[in-house]
C-alpha cells in the first residue's frame, strides 16, 4: 500500500502543480501568518536578460513586453517552472490589484526566496533590492499604491555565478530566480517583525521575544492568545524590541510520538499574527547508568536515528510541487522508524518545516556552503544567511541542532608550498572564524545545540556542541573503525579535533554514514540493506556512539544510495521473505538484536553454530516482569530447492531500560543437508508483543543428500554453447552467467542415473539488464558531482540498481533434448538483500561484483522419456532461449539467493 501511496501522491502533486493557476496555494509560513494576504503563485510574465540590457532599455516600467511565461515559484530551467535554463538574468512581470479593504494597513511584497540578486519594482518605482538565496525578504509598497486598481510588479534576478555565494549543491537543479512563494500581505501600522518562543519546560514556563518593525510612539500591549488564555506585556514608548515570560502550567510537551503544538495569536495595535510553538528542550544527559552523553529530548536521552536529506525535486528542484509532497516526505521517514533528518546544504522550505514540527520529526539545520574561498565575501554571506535562517525558523520545534559548515566546503585557501606548487589549506585564521560562527549561532539561539563543522577527510572540529563525524565503508570495515572510534572518544582526546581545540562531552554521533562511497570510486547504485544491516548490527553494539546518519533520504541525479528513488518510488529489501514479520524499520528498532558485522556465516552440515547476541535497548519503557524471550527458528533452502522448516526454541532474558549488554551466545544446530539457512530472532516481552526482528545466515556445506537421490550439477560458467545479440560474460570466476539481448546457453548434464525414476530441472534465473557499466563509459572517478555531474545511476562499477517499482522482465523457453517444455516468466532483474550469496561472495577488495543480484527458482518436472534417455545415455541437454530482449542470468550455488547450482535432481522412488 505504501508504494502505491507514494505513487498517487507523486501523481497528484505534478499533476497539481503544473495544472492549478496557483501552486503552492496554502500560506508559506503557519508560524508567522497574517490574515489579509494574496498569493501571487502562478504565471508570470518573463524575459531572459542575457546581454544585460533590460535596466537601459526600462523593463523596470512595467510596459515592456515580455516573451514568455513563468510557473512561480519554481526556479527557471526546472521542468515545473515552463522555461529553460537560459541566462544568468531574467525579469519577472505580474499584474496585481490590492484591494480596498486593506486601506489603513501597510500592505508588503514578500518573497520566501530568490537565489541571488533580487531588485524589485512597482510602476517603475524602486522597492529595493536583496541579496542572497535562501531566507525571505519584504519591501513595503504602501506609498505607491493605487486601491482597486491594476499596478505591475516587476522583479529582476541577477543570479551569475558568485564563488562567495552559498550555491551548496544545486548542481542538483539550480535554484535560479524566485523558488518560494511570492505574496502580498496587510499588516498594522505598527506591526510584528518576528516573534521567537523559548519554552522552558523545567520551569513551567515560556519566554516571548521579537521586535517591531519600527518603534512605537505610543506604550502598546503584545495580547497573546495561548491555551485558551490571554496574556499581555506593555512594549513601552520608542521600543522596538520586547521580551516577556508567562506561565505555562502542566504544559503538554512536543515530542516525537506526540507532536503537540500550542497555537498563539499575537496582537500588537492593529496587526495580528498567527504562530505556534512546541513546549519542548534540547539539552545533552548521559544514557542512564553511563558516563555517555547523548543527545537529550525533554531531558531524556535521544538515540538518533537520521538520514541526509538533500531536499530535491527531480521536476522542481529545490521546489516541491505541492505541500501534500512536502507532508510526505517527513511521513515517509516515519514509516521506517527514523526519528529526524539533516537538510543538507539547504535552507529548507517552511511548510516542510511545518510538517516536520506537526507530524513529529527532528531535523538538524545545515546552512548552505560556498565552492569559493573563505574570504571576507564569503563570511559576510554566511554570517547574514545565518543569522536569517534563525531568524526566520526558530519557533519550529522540530529542529534540534545548527550546522554552520559541511566537510570544510568553502573553508580552504590556496596557497603556495615550499616548492612553489598551490595548496588548498584549512588555515587556522580560518579555523578560529568558524569557531565564531558557532558562537555567533549560540548567541542567537540557546535552545538548541550547534556544530560548527559537520567533519569529513581530514578535517577536524573547533568549537562544537557535537562531535559528529562522516564515514562510509564497506559493510566488512564498520567493527574495526567503531572499536578504534571508542578508543579515541573521550574528554580532553584530540581526535578529529583541530589544533588548540579537544574533545569535551560533546555526545559522539555519526552524521554522515553507508556503504556508497565506501567501495572503490563508488557513488550507487548499490542495494542499501544488506551492507545497512552489517552497519546497524555493528553501531547498537557501540552505545558510545549516540545516534547516525543515513546518507540519504532520496536518490538525487548522480547519487543513488536512498532509501527512495527521486521521484519517491519503493526500493525493496525483500526482509520479509527472509525473516517473517520483519520490516525496514527493524532496523531502527528501540529494541535491537544484534548479531555482529557478520550476518552471513559459512557453516558444516549437522554441527553447532554460535550466533552471537547483543542487547540494544535505547528506551526507559518497563516491561512486564523486567524480562524478555529472544525466540529463534531455524528455516531456509536446501540444495534441492526445498523449503525445510525446524521447530522454534527461545530463552528468557532479564531486561532494563536503557540496556546496552552483550548476551551469551545462542548455539544452534545446523541442518544435515546442504543449503542456505536463517536463524530468524524475535525479541518479545512477556506478553508476546514483538519488539524486534532480526536474522543471521548460514551457507551450510559438508552434508549428505537423503538416501536415493542423486543430483547431477553444472557451473554457471559449464555452457556448452552460448549465442546472445548483445553481450554474455561470467561474474567472478564463473558463479554467475550474463546475457543480454535475445539468445541461448545450452548446458550438458551428465552421469551414472541407471536407478533413477523421478527428477526434476533445478535453477535459478533471472532477467539481464545490460547496464551502463557493463557497456563501458565515462570513469565516474573524474566526474564533478557535488557541482552536479550527471550519470547513469548504472554507471559505476560497482553498481547494481537495487529492486524498485519499475522491472525488467524477460521470457525464457526451456527446452530439454531438443524439445520445448516449459516457458517461463521473469520478473525482474532484482538485487536487493535476498541476493545473500550474491553478497557473501564477494571478495573484501572494495570492489563489487553483481552484488544482491539473484533470481527466480525455476524447477521442471522430467517426463518418463526425458528419464528414459538420461538412464540410456547418462545425458541430458538443456537450452535456455530468450527472445523478447530481457536477457538471461543465472546463478550457481555460491551466488544469488538459492544454494544450488544448475542441477538435475533425481530419485530411485
Known sequence: MKSIYTLVVLFIGLNAAMGQSIPLPEHPRPDFERANWQNLNGIWEFEFDSLNVGLSQNWTSGTADFSKEINVPFPWGSKLSGVADEADIAWYKKSITVSENWKGKRTFFTIGASDWETTVWIDGKLLGKHEGGYTPFSFDLTEHLT?????????????????????????????????????LEARGSTYIDYLHFIPDIDKGQFTIKGELGAASMRSETLELSVAGKTLKTEIKAGQKRFEATFDLANAHLWSIEDPYLYDVTATVADDKVKSYFGMRKISVTNLPGTDIPYVALNNKPLYLQLTLDQSYHPEGFYTFPTDEFMKNEIQLCKDIGLNGLRTHIKIDIPRKLYWADKLGLLVMADLPNSWGEPDADAQKESEYTLREMIKRDFNHPAIFSWITFNETWGLKTEVKNENGDVDRKYLPKTQYWVASMYYLAKSLDQTRLVEDNSICCGAGHTETDINSWHAYLPGYEWEAFMT??????????????????????????????????????????????????????????????????????????????????????????????????????????????????????????????????????????????????????????????????????????DYTPWMQKREAPLSVKMPEMDGLYTVTLILKDMNGRALHHNFMNFKVGGGANPAGVSVLEVSPKDVKNADWSVKSWEVMDGLKMNGTGNGSFEYVFTGDVKKAKSGYLLMELGAKELFAKDRGGVDLIDMDYMLGAIAEPSQNKNSYPMTDETKFPSKVTVSINGLNVKNVSLEDDPADHRGILSWHSQKEDGLLHDAGSYGYMVKVPLTKNQLKALRKDGLLTVKLTVKNGGGLAIYGKDFGRFPFNPSIVLSEK
Open 484 to 653: 578504534n572510534l571508542d578508543e579515541n572518544t573521550f574528554a580532553g582526546s584530540t581526535a578529529d579535533f583541530e589544533d588548540g581545540f579537544t574533545q569535551r562531552n560533546q555526545p559522539m554521533i555519526n552524521s554522515e554514514c553507508g556503504n556508497v562511497w565506501g567501495y572503490d570510486g563508488s557513488t550507487g547504485d548499490i542495494d542499501w540493506s544488506y551492507d545497512y544491516h552489517r552497519m546497524m548490527n555493528v553501531f547498537r553494539q557501540h552505545p558510545k556512539m549516540a545516534g547516525w546518519l543515513y546518507t540519504e533520504h532520496h536518490d538525487v541525479i548522480n547519487e543513488w544510495n536512498g532509501y527512495w528513488r527521486f521521484d519517491r518510488t519503493m526500493k525493496y529489501t525483500g526482509l520479509s521473505e527472509i525473516a517473517k514479520g520483519m520490516e525496514d524499520k527493524d532496523f531502527h528498532s528501540l529494541f535491537y538484536v544484534s548479531t555482529g558485522q557478520d550476518i552471513t556465516q559459512t557453516g558444516k552440515a549437522g554441527t553447532m553454530a554460535t550466533v552471537p547476541i547483543y542487547i540494544s535497548c535505547h528506551t526507559g519503557e518497563e516491561l512486564p516482569q523486567s524480562k524478555m524471550t529472544l525466540e529463534y527458528q531455524v528455516t531456509g533452502i536446501d540444495v534441492l530447492g526445498n523449503e525445510v522448516s525446524f521447530p522454534a526454541e527461545s530463552k528468557t532474558l
Open 147 to 183: 486601491y482597486g486598481k491594476a499596478q505591475n510588479i516587476v522583479v529582476r534576478v541577477d543570479d551569475a555565478r558568485r564563488m562567495f555565494t552559498l550555491y551548496g549543491k544545486q548542481g542538483y537543479g539550480n535554484a535560479r530566480g524566485i523558488w518560494q512563494t511570492a505574496y
